[in-house]
């Protein structure tokens, strides 16, 4: 059996079930095209409410052109949300205008007068018993035919009478849509201003402690790190990308891990844990906070290599497969193969990359800048973001995806909660009009929140 | 645990789950974004079969620009069929082109010659044993190094070869998406010229069978009868739509029902069942086909007033409710109440529906022109389309609704064959070619047929 009344289109939404987004405090619009057989008015009601919660909270929807409707909420709280759109036909309304249209055009309304008073008296069986005066003596004038029916019409609506006769659908009537979920993030994962730097320029952790309070006074409110785990030493990049690094190269902090540990180590050159957490804290202190990258590759030297030579990719020689896009090389960087041939491997794995951001959220770090989102599988991002997030709901990721426009969104929709966009190849102003409008109105503006930072 | 790949946005679909709709032989285009992570190359297939076979059958898909993916197969027979879109890693499309693309920068290929070779023994173990000759053959090409790498490769290239290695996915990388039914009618349900005439100006059922060999000449396969039945003479209308007929007024057709029966009964002047089944006899031989009316509403002189008056709406007089658009009054018709207090006698009257048409469809009529369905409920019609197209999977339904596009939209979705359209409202170029391009592409095209005839 489907709902007697249709409720389709209910936006915000995803395409595939995963929930659209909002922050704290920010006002989403509910709408639905809501309509039914007939000529009777209708009436609906948008209700909402933390997912587990028992309470719904309700606010009524208006009517807009072409039979959709729409409501408002917020959400106070971080969080999985859920939200319904109710609608059921408006039997008081409907029998009003009615009435109204009979008499002005000059037919009797007697049997209408007394529909409307039995409707009242239904409508005053469910108020309270101390309440019921008004209804009584609102069906009692829509009964007085000594009145002139405008009186009597007049007489019911009060608004304690209206509120019910209005508010109360008929059980078999009312139609409800199915529950949209909702994820409630806090307000930086709609805005926020970020500045990267590198340590390693800045004297380390310490020296970038210093700098803080300068960033903070131009208006930043996130300070992005790359990555600064151990830098590996085989295969390292010196300059130019050559493979023929001198003493002084550092290498690329993207070729994580080495002796000195891999995804949750300090590569000693920036500072200690100490340090780390004393420029956490300085940042928090000027309302700021720290991004880390989370980069989900490992240099040939990073402890997984040899720990667990199962998560990554093996070639005939016995070697393990480095980086490519052919005929492209990155020697200084091994792949993960995020779905090896055991399923107890793959698990094992996914739990160890998720534990890396358990690791640094521990130490006060809330918002990650993941490094390549698109080549690593959708379904691990679904998996490791909802399991983080249900944990820790103030969490945030940045996709760095400089990819095409589905992979795009999909990303946003699996749980990425913000994105970058290809703003900065759009110029002309008729590009920069019409991709403004896709990313504040089009579909995946449900979901995906476009960051127009020009940075990659 | 979602799909390795993403497949999204299929089509055909309706919004809400409902089957999009074909015809037997008709081309059927589907179509679907998949795309993964990273940079590999993809392969993807349509299969498709009736709803309840055990057999698939399947259809390469292409890839068109920006991720779109599509095949195009046809249905032999009517009924519900289900589709689904498969998707994988081609890893010899990857391997190949990675090997080729090092081969030409110069770089040794060595091991990719050998991991070439391995995929090719791979799927010579899912080929039969008396295949295996040219994999065998191929593999040692591969890891011939006497010869060049462009006639190694080439050796692959054998069409028993590539089929194996192209049509066989990984296991853990297949994705598949939902089912996506898709019900099969036969073709009338796209075309179909009809022609509309009143038994009774044409002699009843004698006369018309008469005229039908020159109508069928004029290219008409569909000869659609307004209501055959009963008039009721309650109330009946007499010219110019007064209260007042004179004896020789026949009343509406559309006020359904009399002491001679309701909508099973025929109206005594228009001829007798033996003349009814004649007629359609008749078209049937001429290659066309009787359409009835189905009008759910009743004269107060039909049958179900007198049996089941808590099918009617009952107003607090005793009166039951007559239909009304206020002010505007019908007196001779009584709208049914489709959702009456009783689950029972809800069952009870959308049964009696139902077997309405069963009684036709058992006298040869298998096409339906139902009077104003948006005015009866979505529900009803979900329903009782599906009770009646499971049981005769050729029966088929026009709906008569000139209402919002909305309802027309839902009405397709939830079931009808065929609809009315805004055509004959357009008459501009830029009207005309926008409403083409929307009716014939618009999300709606994959289950909404409108019909372009401009009769009410």
Not at 346 to 364: K, P, S, T
């Amino acid at each position: 059996m489907i709902n007697p009344i249709a409720i389709e289109n209910v936006r915000p939404r995803t395409p595939d079930g995963f929930p659209a987004k909002a922050v704290t405090g920010q006002v989403v619009t509910v709408s639905a095209d809501i309509f039914r057989d007939g000529h009777d008015l209708l009436a609906a009601q948008l209700a909402w409410r933390p997912k587990g919660s028992k309470m719904w909270q309700t606010a009524p929807m208006s009517e807009l052109p072409n039979h959709r409707w729409e409501a408002a909420f917020s959400a106070a709280d971080v969080g999985l949300h859920e939200f319904v759109v109710r609608a059921w036909t408006d039997a008081y309304a409907t029998w009003r205008k009615g009435a109204l249209l009979k008499h002005q055009a000059g037919q009797d309304v007697a049997v209408e007068m007394e529909e409307g008073a039995l409707l009242v008296e239904a409508a005053s069986a469910r108020a309270k018993a101390k309440d019921r005066a008004p209804f009584e003596q609102a069906a009692e004038m829509l009964r007085n035919k000594y009145l002139p029916v405008e009186n009597r019409l007049e007489a019911a609506e009060v608004p304690e009478v209206l509120a019910v006769l209005r508010a109360t659908p008929a059980k078999k009537d009312l139609s409800i849509s199915s529950s949209m979920p909702l994820w409630v993030d806090r307000p930086r994962a709609l805005f926020s201003s970020w500045y990267e730097l590198f340590p390693r320029s800045n004297g380390g952790f310490a020296g970038t402690t210093k700098r803080l309070a300068a960033l903070a006074e131009m208006g930043f409110d996130v300070i992005y790190l790359p990555p600064i785990h151990p830098i590996g030493v085989t295969d390292r990049k010196g300059k130019n990308n050559t493979t023929t690094p001198g003493p002084d190269d550092v290498g690329s902090p993207w070729a994580i891990g080495s002796a000195a540990g891999g995804h949750t180590a300090i590569d000693p050159g920036l500072g200690t844990f100490e340090e780390f957490d004393a420029l956490v804290e300085e940042a928090h202190a000027l309302g700021m906070e720290i991004s880390l990258d989370y980069a989900l590759q490992c240099s040939p030297d990073h402890p997984w290599v040899t720990d667990h030579p199962e998560w990554f990719h093996r070639r005939p020689d016995g070697s393990i497969k480095f980086a490519e896009n052919p005929p492209k090389k990155y020697q200084d960087i091994y792949p993960i193969n995020f779905w090896p041939d055991k399923d107890e491997d793959r698990d094992a794995l996914w739990r160890e990359c998720r534990d890396v951001l358990e690791f640094w959220i521990e130490r006060g770090v809330k918002f990650f800048r993941v490094d390549n989102p698109h080549t690593k599988p959708l379904a691990f991002w679904a998996w490791v973001i909802r399991k983080i997030q249900s944990k820790h709901p103030d969490v945030l990721f940045l996709a760095e995806a400089f990819t095409h426009p589905k992979m795009m969104a999909r990303l946003a929709e699996v749980g990425f909660s913000q994105s970058y966009t290809y703003f900065t190849w759009r110029t002309a102003k008729q590009e920069l009009a019409e991709y403004a409008l896709e990313v504040a109105q089009g579909p995946a503006s449900d979901y995906m929140r476009p960051n127009f930072w020009p940075n990659t």
